[in-house]
C-alpha cells in the first residue's frame, strides 16, 4: 500500500523528521517499507524561467531553432540551440544555463549544436522528471517571473512510501491506520478529519423515485448495509489538492465523485461506492446471491459469469455490484449524473475473497474487504463520504439514510500489570512510559487497581481497529513496539547445554542419501502433492479417491503422493528433454499408503535408473538389471533395520500398477510396518510420458514409528573358522511356482532338520531348468545349502545324514519332487 506523506501531515504533524526517519519508524512498528518513492522535481540549482525572444531557423539542420531567450535581469539574454517544435515567440519555459545539474548527472556546457553557439538548454517537464511527456518544451502557462528559480514554480511534489501491511493488521491499510502509527512513535497528537454532517442535518423529503427500499438477503454475509440518496450533484474535476495525493499514491484522478470514494477509501480503509441513482432500475437496492449464470459487466468491460454463492448488490431486475470487489459498467457515475446513492456497507471476509478468487479479479477495495474492515467505524467514514460530495460536487441528502442489519456494540477489555510486562520482556521498563505508549494507540484506561504488592492492574479498552488484541501477551507486544527493538538490552544467555541425538528419520534420511550418492545418484525433490492422472497409474482408483485433497489449491496438486518414483520420472523425462545425463535419481521424503483401511504417513527413499542412450563413452559399461534394483533396495532398508534379502519376495502381478508385470518384485508389507517393490517400471507408461528406453526402480516405505534410532545397529556375531560343508539338491516344482517360495520351504525344512547339531548358513538358488526329461508343467530348481560348525570340522557321516532327513522330510511336507 502506498502511503503519501503530505497525506499524513493532515493527521499528524511530522514537521522536521526525515524522510528516512519515518521509514525507519514504520519498519520499527512492525510493517516492511518496500521502497521510498519522491515525486516532483527534485532540487534544480540554475534552472530559472526564460521567455523565448526569437527563433530562427538553423542554418545546418532543419528541425533545430536558434532562439535568444530571456533569463531575467540577473543572466539577461541567452541565445540557445533547440530541436523542439511545440513553442513559439514569447512563450515561457524552464532554462537550464551552463553549469545546471539535471536529473541522470546530465551538465549543461557550453557547446556548438551544427556550427552554432549554445549557452544552455531549454527543458521538457521528463527532463525535469515531474512527468513522462518528452514531446515538448514544458510551456509555463502561468506565466511567472523571469529568472524566478524553477523550484519556485513547479509543484513541490511529495514523498510516498510503499508500505507492506501484515494480514493481522488491518486496521494499517489507511492514512489514518499509518498515521495513528506514527503519531504513537513520535509522541504526537493525532488529528481526524473533521466532519460536520450528521443524520439530523437530512432533509425530510425522502426521493422514493429515487430509491425506495433496500433489503439484504444473504445474512450473515452483509451484516451492515448502508445507502443514502444525495441529489442536485455536479459531477466535474476534483480539487487539486484531492488529485495531487491521489496521483502521489498510484490513483487516476477521474471525476469529483469517483475520486471522493476512493479518498475516503485510502484514509479511513472503508471501501465506498456511488451509484447513478437514476440506472438503478426498480428505485430498489437488494443485496443477495447471484443466480447460477448470471452474468455482469464490470468497469473493466469484461463480461464475467458469476458463481451461485457469489454476493452481489443487484436493483430490481440485475446484479450491479459483485459486493466489495468491482460495479458494473453501466451502473456508474457519468458526467450527466445528477443524484447520487451512497453505498458504505460490511461484507464478510470470507464471502469476498471466494468470489475474487473464483472470478480472478480484485481490486483496492476486495484487499481491504478481505482482510476485514471495521464495522463499527463504518458510519464515520460513511459521515466523511457524503461530507466531501456535498463540499465538492454538491447537492443535499434526500430522505433519510437507507440501514439494514446494525452495529454490535463493542467491547474488549485486557487486564495486565506492569510486572507481567517486565517479566515476559526481560527487561525493565518504567511503568508509565508502558502505559503512555498504551494510551498512545489510543487503548483507553478504564480501572486501575492495586495487586498488593505487585504493582498496579490495568484494565484497558481496546478500539474496535485493533481486533488483534485479545489476550495480556498482546499487549507486551505493543508496549515493545513503541520502546523500540534497538533499545532492548543485550545479555547473556544462560542455559543448560543438552545434547541430543537427531531424529531418527532424519538419520535414515541422511544415511539413504549418503550411500546413494556415493553410487552417484542424483538427488531430487519433488512436491508431495501430485496430480490425480498422474496418481492413477500407481494406485487403484479406490485408493486414488483416499489419497484426494478435499480443497486442493491447484489442480496439478490436487493428491497426495502414494510413491516416489511417479515424481522422479517426471524429473528424469525434464532432464532427458533438456540433453541432461542425469540417469541415477534418487529422492527421500514422506508417502501416504492405505494401511487397515485407513492412510498411513510414510518415511520413503526411493531411485531410478535409466538406460543411458545416445552418450558416447570410452567404454561401455554393464547395464542395469532387476538385480541391480534389488540391491539399493535392500541397501535403503538396511538402514531401517530391515534385511531385505531375508525376506520373501513375490513377483508384481496384474494390475502392475506402474510396474513391468513379471520384472518387478515386492517384498514386505504395509500392515507390519513397511513395503518395498524395485525392478523395471512398465515400458507402455514410459513409452506415454515420453521416456526414452527401459528405467529399473525401487521404492521402500516404512510407518514412521517403525524407524527408530539404532535401526543400523548390529550385534556382534562370532564366526566360525571351521571349513564349510557344501550340498546341492535339485527339486522338482510346479512351472508356476517361484523360486522364493520354494527356497523358503526348503530352508525352514533344513533348519529343522539341522537342530542344534551345527549351523545352517545359507539355501541358495543357482540354476533353473525346463525341458526334456522333465513332467509337463514343471521345472527344476538347484539349491546350494552350506553347513559349517563353530567347533569342528563337519564330517560327511553328518552332513550326510542330515542332508538325507530334509530330502525326505521336503518331499513329505510339500509333495517336491527330488531330481535325481
Known sequence: MKVSLSWLQSYVDLTGISAEDISRAITFLGFEVEQVIRTGAPRLDNVFVGEVLTRDKHPNADKLSVCTVDVGPVHGVKRIVCGAQNYTVGDRVPVALVGAVLPGNFVIKEAKVRGEASSGMMCSAKELTIAEDAAGLLILTDRPATGTPINDVLPSGDTVFDIEITPNRPDALSHLGVARELAAWFKKDLAYPAVSFTPAAISANPRTDLLKSVRVDAGTDCPLYTATVITGVKVGPSPDWMQQRLS?????????????????MLEYGQPVHAFDAKKLSGAEIVVRYAAEGEKITTLDSKERVLPANSLVIADAHKPVVIAGIMGSADSGVSPDTTDLVLEVACFRRQSVRATSKHLGLASDSSYRYERGIDVHSLDEAAHRFIDLILAHAGGQVAGPIHRVGADIPWQREITVTPSYINEKLGFEIPAAEMRASLESLELALVREEDTEGRGPAWTFSVPSWRDDLDRPIDLVEEVVRLYGAEKIPSSVVNAPGLIGNDDPIVLFNRAVSAALVGQGFNECVNYTLRPAKELAAWATPAAVADLALANPFVEDQSHLRNTLVSGLLESLKLNQSRGVAASHLFETGRVFIERNGQLSECVAAAFVIAEETGERTWRTRESADFYTAKRHTATIASFAGIELERQPTSLVAAPALGWQEGHAATAGDIKHGWTSTFGLVSLAHLKALGITGKVYAGCFAIVSEKVTADADRRSYKPFSLQPAALRDLAL?????????????????????????????????????????????????????????????????????????????????????????
Open 732 to 820: 522338482v516344482v510346479p512351472e508356476a511356482m517361484s523360486s522364493a517360495e520354494v527356497q523358503k520351504a526348503l530352508a525352514k525344512t533344513a533348519r529343522a532338520a539341522v537342530g542344534n547339531a551345527f549351523a545352517l548358513e545359507a539355501v541358495n538358488v543357482f540354476d533353473v531348468y525346463q525341458g526334456k526329461g522333465l513332467p509337463e508343467g514343471t521345472k527344476s530348481l538347484a539349491y546350494s545349502l552350506v553347513f559349517r560348525a563353530s567347533d569342528r570340522t563337519l564330517t560327511d557321516d553328518e552332513v550326510n545324514g542330515v542332508f538325507t532327513k530334509i530330502q525326505d522330510e521336503l518331499v513329505k511336507a510339500t509333495g517336491y519332487q527330488i531330481r535325481k
Open 248 to 264: 502521489a499514491v498510484g490513483l487516476r484522478p477521474i471525476n469529483n465523485v469517483v475520486d471522493i470514494g476512493n479518498y475516503v
